[in-house]
């Protein structure tokens, strides 16, 4: 007998019998029902990481779990193959991004092939291919002509010195990451998808998710971040013009001492343009230009601003109030300007006191009597109006709407509801993207290039800027264009590419038919695959990549195309994989092997002795030495131990602590349940049939107690899979089973007892062939099966074989104690009484006569009595 398992002779031998026939292939077959199954595809950085391994490992179980259970299921992989680090790389090693992206895929399908994930390659994508993008320019210029995408004038980061535009990933604490000036922000024409005019629809349906987790609802509902306000109009003086103010406290109208715009505010220039305060204003601009403008970004600067010049009228008071310029207030958020109520809010107040200006308490708790020039912080709370001439004395949160109403009567405001959601600025400043379709024409201006010339490729052969641009604006013969509309030959390209976020957005659909030449996806073959039913990704895509692929959905619903509009019906947020560090005092972070335990069994470092830190458990990072290498493990332990191991160590939407001992403990049970097949295949060999009827048809304790337990054991698997992903606690059931099938002494096993070993031994396989596939495949071939295990159905279990505690039941006819019988515990009451009713003693004692009365009493004992 073999008494290891050999992965390396194993699992290659399945893999190559799997592809050989096609057993992950799918089509499209209205007589079943379909499950599609994906998992968040990779970006091809060449290797897979252990994050990936989890990530897949849990998709591939629920895969072949649905596939025994009859679905049709579809389960894909692709590579969302766009995106800087191709560029960086291209940079640093000279080669092209193409070149690099192919090879990594490349190696990475390989990987992917090794730890036996039954996808069906057939269906693989790489979004960098013309052939895909072809469709996302096509739909780009459908949304253009709907007037779903538009340019208009936005702020990137710059590099001053590089002369070029930098990703978000490329500042590093506000410097450029190559040359370390400081990053400014450059005003660019680009693109955007009117995302925002599907706000409330996304924000509604948020509710009707039910098969996604909460937490990841809720971000994408504060994302979207709704608030129901008012919009104030203030006349500005001197002119007849008005600033708005978007505020969600009009109650507080009647503090308005000053008011503040963002630094980008048109009205800024504007106003101050050709008055003594021009200078300064500018200079406050300029300044602001360079920090981070965003929700996030502003609290990391100190609050200020500068008076630039002019004056409004508060709509309330009629007071003239100053303007100013602040670099806390948004332009991208409500109308870009505040009535600032300091003593309401405490950035105003901070702003007030900074530059002293008025504070007006209008709002104070019940029975308390606030002063604007002592207080010391601002009341942001709900309370009693004051100050507010007629309002005075009312309740504040009353007042919202009253003075709402009140305003809008003077025509001086409205209700209304705005958005923290941003339209999606898609333009990129980078080579290694979809570019996008269009040309600019000085006569014609913006031109959308014609359907029959796309896809518009990416130029392969570019020089790379060792500056880190795009080379594409210094590429003639893909810059240079003619205008398709007038034929003007110095019309120019577009050079900028599409955020891969838009790649992102749609290729599940693109899945179903993935190379279909016609459109973006064959209808009908969407119509039958999508949407998802089960999508499984990090957390980290939890707002934006979900987001734009709901927003995306809903783009092609309104152009008639799909009939659906949100894309994963179930989504599970894996957990991350985590692992202890360890320090040196003297040598930092250290690999595992360079930490050995001394003879007092204290760990230390190999170099100096020195005790090391165990650090808690923490995320893998290059840098902490702590990362585990797929690749190794495989070569170690095989795909199916590593797999196991993912599965067992924590249910999949917690935090995974990897550990040398778990995937040590791992192996020892494949190995055990290796030995305990083949052991068993000496001893009951010849045996017949596993056995398969009711336990009670069983005669031995010890038959019936396995049996049982086997029975136990597919209910358990099947509902831990089936209802919750719970894998781990899945595996313990089939360990328990493997533990009653081990203590057998199988010499003196009788014929009976053999046939429910069998029956619990292809049963564990069964189960178990999610899990670790190739293993399963081996031994189910040993016990004599032909095929794939991953042609069987999933078990069934017995429901009248999972108890074992049979009671008595004692039955009584006429009060006079007639027959005893015993039944499973479970039974119903009227299985109880028919069996009662048809017992030859009873029957014998009824003679012709009916029952008048079947009583069942359940107390200490099961009686029945039977009046007649
Ligand atoms: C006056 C006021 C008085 C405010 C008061 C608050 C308290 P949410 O709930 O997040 O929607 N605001 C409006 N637009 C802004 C912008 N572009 N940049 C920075 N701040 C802006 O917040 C709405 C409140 O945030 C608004 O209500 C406004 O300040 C401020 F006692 O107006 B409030
Ligand atoms: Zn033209």
């Not at 590593?642 to 020892?668: H, I, K, M, Q, Y």
């Not at 499973?824 to 069996?835: L, M, V, W, Y």
């Amino acid at each position: 007998m073999e008494q290891r398992y050999h992965p390396e002779l194993v699992e290659p031998e399945w893999q190559a019998y799997w592809n050989k026939h096609q057993l992950f292939k799918v089509t499209e077959d209205s007589s079943k029902e379909k499950y599609y199954l994906l998992e968040m595809f990779p970006y091809p950085s060449g290797k897979i990481h252990i994050g990936h391994v989890r990530n897949y490992t849990i998709g591939d179980v629920v895969v072949r779990y649905k596939r025994m259970k009859g679905f049709n299921v579809i389960h894909p992989m692709g590579w969302d193959a766009f995106g800087m680090p191709a560029e960086n790389a291209a940079i640093a090693n000279n080669t092209h991004p193409a070149a690099w992206t192919y090879d990594n895929i490349g190696a990475m399908r390989e990987q992917l092939k090794k730890m036996g994930f039954s996808y069906d390659w057939d269906r693989e994508i790489a979004t960098c291919r013309p052939e895909y993008y072809k469709w996302e320019q096509w739909l780009f210029l459908k949304m253009l002509e709907k007037g779903m995408a538009y340019r208009k004038e936005s702020y990137v980061n710059w590099c001053e010195k590089c002369q070029t535009v930098l990703a978000n990933e490329q500042v590093e604490q506000d410097k450029c990451w190559r040359c370390s000036q400081t990053v400014q922000q450059k005003k660019l024409w680009q693109w955007f998808f009117k995302i925002t005019d599907y706000a409330e629809d996304l924000l509604v349906h948020c509710d009707k998710l039910p098969g996604w987790p909460d937490k990841v609802t809720v971000m994408q509902k504060n994302w979207i971040g709704r608030s129901v306000g008012s919009q104030l109009k203030f006349k500005i003086d001197g002119r007849d013009e008005d600033i708005e103010v978007f505020t969600t406290r009009p109650d507080t109208v009647f503090g308005a001492t000053f008011m503040c715009l963002a630094p980008e505010h048109p009205l800024v220039e504007s106003l101050s343009k050709g008055t003594q305060k021009e200078n300064e204003v500018a200079a406050f601009v300029q300044k602001v230009s360079s920090q981070e403008r965003s929700a996030e970004g502003i609290e990391k600067y100190e609050k200020e601003g500068v008076f630039i010049g002019t004056y409004c009228i508060n709509p309330a008071t009629g007071e003239k109030i100053p303007v100013y310029t602040a670099n806390f207030v948004l332009m991208e958020y409500g109308t870009g300007a505040i009535m600032s109520v300091p003593a309401g809010d405490q950035r105003d107040f901070d702003f007030a006191r900074k530059y002293g200006l008025d504070i007006r308490v209008v709002v104070q708790p019940e029975g308390e009597n606030l002063n604007g020039s002592t207080m010391k912080e601002a009341y942001t709370d709900e309370g009693v109006m004051v100050n507010s001439g007629e309002f005075n004395g009312l309740d504040s949160k009353k007042a919202i709407d009253v003075m709402t109403d009140w305003l809008e009567k003077k025509g001086r405001g409205k209700k209304t509801v705005s958005y923290r959601l941003r339209d999606w600025g898609i333009s990129r400043q980078r080579y290694w993207g979809a570019p996008i379709p269009v040309i600019h024409c000085p006569d014609c201006g913006v031109v959308p290039v014609p359907e029959t010339d796309l896809p518009i490729r990416l130029p392969e052969d570019a020089d790379f800027l060792k500056k880190g641009g795009s080379p594409l604006p210094t590429l003639d013969f893909f810059a240079k264009a003619t205008c398709p509309e007038c034929g003007r030959q110095d019309a120019k390209r577009d050079t900028d590419t599409m955020d891969t976020f838009v790649e992102s957005s749609w290729y599940y659909l693109r899945y179903c038919s993935p190379r279909y030449e016609d459109g973006m996806f064959d209808p009908e073959a969407v119509k039958y695959w999508a949407p998802v039913d089960q999508y499984i990704g990090g957390v980290e895509h939890a707002v934006l990549h979900l987001l734009y692929s709901r927003y995306f959905m809903r783009v092609l619903n309104t152009l008639g195309m799909i009939d659906f509009k949100e894309p994963f019906t179930r989504l599970l947020t894996q957990g991350m994989v985590c692992k202890e560090t360890m320090t040196c005092p003297d040598h930092g972070y250290l690999f595992p092997e360079e930490a050995v335990k001394n003879v007092e069994d204290n760990l230390v470092c190999t170099r100096c002795n020195n005790d090391v830190e165990v650090g808690r458990v923490i995320k893998m990072s290059k840098s902490k030495k702590n990362v585990v290498d797929p690749n190794e493990l495989l070569g170690k332990y095989g795909a199916d131990v590593v797999r196991l191991f993912c599965l067992f160590a924590a249910p999949p939407e917690r935090d995974l602590e990897w550990s040398e001992d778990g995937v040590e403990g791992s192996n020892r049970f494949v190995n055990r349940v290796w030995r305990l097949v083949l052991e068993c295949l000496e001893k009951i060999d010849g045996s017949d049939e596993p056995f398969t009827g009711p336990a009670s048809d069983l005669s031995s304790a010890q038959a019936k107690d396995l049996y049982i337990k086997a029975n136990q054991t597919i209910q358990k698997v099947t509902d831990d899979i089936d209802k919750s992903f719970h894998f781990n606690t899945a595996i313990s059931a089939v360990m328990e089973l493997v533990n009653a099938l081990y203590v057998i002494d199988l010499d003196s096993a009788d014929t009976e007892l053999k046939k429910v070993i069998r029956f619990s031994l292809e049963n564990t396989l069964l189960l178990l062939s999610p899990i670790i596939p190739h293993f399963c495949e081996e031994l189910f071939k040993r016990l004599g099966k032909n095929g794939s295990i991953i042609e069987q159905s999933w078990p069934e279990y017995r429901k009248d074989s999972l108890k074992t505690d049979d009671v008595l039941v004692v039955v009584q006819v006429n009060g006079k104690l007639r027959s005893k019988f015993t039944i499973n515990a479970d039974s119903e009451e009227t299985e109880i009484k028919e069996t009662a009713l048809a017992d030859k003693k009873i029957k014998k004692h009824m003679g012709d006569k009916e029952p008048k009365k079947v009583i069942l009493i359940r107390k200490k004992q099961t009686l029945i009595n039977i009046v007649v």
